[in-house]
């Protein structure tokens, strides 16, 4: 059973964040969030938390993100994007510019066959 099965999402943050050994004052702070904020997701009186709020949140108790981003719904992609699409993305390319860049990269990571080439006595 998934802790997003038996437990709620406040239950979640609550138990991380005394196993942290932190008031609710240090993790608003750390995580950038209004105290009054976290005691409501705490208390689950928020029914659907900005994903970049869990991010944070996930990040100063040390939790998987995955884990707090399933309690709205947001499930983690079972692979990762292209590095085209990443480069677009991550970084405002043109499509030109992250294609270009991705075939940098490929042509970089491709394995050399350096068996003939560097015979060594």
């Given amino acids: 059973m998934s802790p997003q099965e038996s437990h709620s999402l406040g239950q979640v943050l609550?138990?991380?964040r005394l196993e942290a050994g932190l008031?609710?004052?240090?993790?608003a702070k750390l995580a950038e969030l209004t105290h009054g904020y976290l005691t409501?997701?705490?208390n689950d009186q928020?029914?659907?938390p900005a994903?970049?709020?869990?991010?944070r949140l996930?990040?100063?108790l040390e939790l998987d993100a995955s884990d707090l981003l399933k309690f709205i719904g947001v499930e983690a992609s079972a692979t990762l994007p292209s590095p085209r699409v990443y480069f677009r993305r991550k970084f405002g390319l043109s499509?030109?510019?992250?294609?270009h860049l991705s075939r940098l990269i490929a042509d970089y990571t491709k394995p050399i066959n350096n068996s003939k080439e560097n015979h060594y006595p």
């Fill in 40 to 42: 409501k997701l705490e």
């Fill in 58 to 60: 996930a990040d100063v």
């Fill in 95 to 99: 499509n030109a510019e992250a294609e």
């Fill in 23 to 27: 008031s609710t004052r240090q993790v």
């Fill in 51 to 55: 994903a970049a709020y869990l991010q």
């Fill in 14 to 16: 609550r138990a991380a």
């Fill in 46 to 48: 928020i029914d659907s």
